[in-house]
């Protein structure tokens, strides 16, 4: 079982920048794709950014141009660079792991963005 741990969350004013990270617990692999996801209250949880096996990336439209997604294999973890952030962006986020078959999610960590 793998244990994924956010963490880089929280308050910033619209056109400020986060950086999310989430450390998995259990040696990844370039072939184990990762991704964020996030949901808002009333809302489906949805897909943010992807990378996968093959380091190919994928975004929400919503956030192409702002957002980046990357992953440092050697020490386990997966980003999310937040540029140009909006209020819309509020939700708490989580982090994706699919690992041999199985789908592991973190605990999430709060994003808020202030008008």
């Known amino acids: 079982q793998v244990q994924l741990v956010e963490s880089g969350g929280g308050l910033v004013q619209a056109g400020g920048s986060l950086r999310l990270s989430c450390a998995a617990s259990e040696t990844i692999f370039s072939v184990n794709p990762m991704g964020w996801y996030r949901q808002s209250p009333g809302k489906p949880r949805e897909l943010v950014a992807r990378m996968t096996g093959g380091g190919r990336t994928n975004y929400a439209d919503s956030v192409k141009g702002r957002f980046t997604i990357s992953r440092d294999n050697a020490r386990n973890t997966v980003s999310l660079q937040m540029d140009s952030l909006k209020p819309e962006d509020t939700a708490v986020y989580y982090c994706?792991?699919?690992?041999?078959?199985?789908?592991?999610w973190g605990q999430g960590t709060q994003v808020t963005v202030s008008s």
């Open positions: 994706n792991i699919e690992y041999f078959g199985a789908i592991y």
